[in-house]
């Protein structure tokens, strides 16, 4: 089981990186006033999501692995589930994102990305209170 506990930290710090960043570039995309600019962080944001879309995959795989192969229990589990599963939603949300600057049809301010940006942030502490206190 540890080995799997291993793999499954690793692919959700992977994941996290991604679900750092690519927020990120969407902040400076959105501020983004020359074409070529634009271009160069549309590539990015594209070969990034490519990159963390599986890797995220294998975190919950590992994790749901976790769970039914060792019968963990306890409501914090399904807590967590749940959280991971707004997560899931939040990553499929950067990949449409992606598309509407692919597109140059982005309207939201960098202001808002700001914010939109945290939402991983909040959502990592709370799962890492769960997953090491276990609190119910
Ligand atoms: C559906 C998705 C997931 C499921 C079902 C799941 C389930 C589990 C289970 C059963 C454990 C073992 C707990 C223990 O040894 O006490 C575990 C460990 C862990 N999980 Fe997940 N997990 C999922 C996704 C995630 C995500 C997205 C994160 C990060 C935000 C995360 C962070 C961790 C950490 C840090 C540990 C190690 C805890 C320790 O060794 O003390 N997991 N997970």
Redesign the pocket.
């Known amino acids: 089981m540890l080995w799997l506990?291993a793999f499954?930290?690793f692919f959700?710090v992977s994941?996290?990186a991604g679900l750092f960043y690519l927020p990120r570039i969407f902040v400076n995309h959105a501020m983004a006033e020359e074409q070529a600019v634009r271009d160069r962080l549309k590539l990015m944001e594209r070969k990034l999501y490519k990159f963390v879309t599986p890797i995220g995959a294998l975190?919950?795989i590992t994790?749901?692995w976790?769970?039914f192969a060792?019968d963990?229990t306890g409501g914090w589990?399904h807590v967590?589930?749940t959280l991971?599963a707004g997560?899931v939603v939040y990553h499929f949300y950067c990949g449409h994102l992606l598309k509407v600057f692919a597109e140059d049809r982005n309207t939201r301010s960098h202001v808002w990305f700001r914010f939109f940006n945290e939402v991983p942030v909040l959502?990592?502490l709370a799962?890492?209170i769960l997953?090491?206190v276990?609190p119910f």
């Open positions: 506990k499954h930290i959700v994941w996290f975190a919950v994790g749901l976790l769970w060792y963990f589990l967590k589930t991971v997560l959502v990592l799962v890492l997953v090491e276990q």
